[in-house]
């Protein structure tokens, strides 16, 4: 059971204006980015051994005042698709030719990542779920006590953990909440100290009256109640046609997979995005729509969820991005006789998001 307290912070839709506007520093308050001394500043990445090559720049897509990159965590082992797809056997991989080379391999092994999107909206830094985490303790060897420099990509990308205004989390799944915190002596507090964190409060009320297992208990133990307990919850009610809780972000409910689980979209001058989160773990299940993956809760509504959503898309310019799509990660949905085929779409090198001013 969750705890009944603190109260995590309750969010209507309609609240107006936006609870997720920037306050711009005033007299006295330095920017976050100036708060802490360069020195202060460079221990908060991941320590890189001297002598490895400088990170590559993350691919990013460009919507028009609104720009996504991609923040790698690690890719994840080739065990993974079989288990989490069970139904995606090579022989239905090899009725979907469009899916090599680069979400599947010559053998029918589907290839999945693990990588967050952090995003600049506005004048709002945003990430969106926050991926497996360093030195959880997990049942799962391929999450297990992970070492990535995860947080090196992002701060170079321009989103150093104190300039995170907003962590929206898709569901409340291990593989989407573990960089909400990190280790601190033998506690595990928020990476993102300034940030408001967003779940659904349809999600929250789920696990709170869950039966969990140990190894559930233990993700929201270390992931999850550090964030209720700095009081940085936010619980937001979705309605059924969405709820846009700051401008140019909209959270839609896509629930199966999750009850409470939610899609997110980004609109920008120029161009729109929906971030998947697991309501379509795989670009094979745009050529399978009722192919599920063997951890929904609900299966049919998954595929309900995921149909209507593929629908949604199939045709328009609005750009798929997959919470574990491998490179290209994302891509325009294109109907192919009575499913879906993704047209890819690669990001680009963005610049950093720069400092604040
Ligand atoms: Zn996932």
Redesign the pocket.
Known sequence: MVPASPTPRQISPHQQPSPYRRTPPGPGRRAPEERKTREERDVTAEPRPPGRPPLPPAPAWELGGVTVHRIDEVALPPQTGPWLLPSATPEVIDQTPWLRPDFADESGVLRLSSHTFACTIGDLRVLIDTGIGNGKTRANPAWHGLRTDYLARLEAAGFPPDAVDLVLLTHL?T??VGWNTRADGGDWRPTFPRARYVASRREWDHWAAAEMDDARRQMFRDSVHPVRDAGQLDLVDVPSAGAEIAPGIRLLPTPGHTPGHLAVELRGRTGTAVITG?CV?HPVQLGHPALGSCVDTDPEQAVTTRRALLASLAGTDTLLLG??FPPPTAGLVRAQGDTYRLIPVPGRPAPTAGTRT
């Open positions: 799944h593989d989407h697991d773990h919470t574990h």
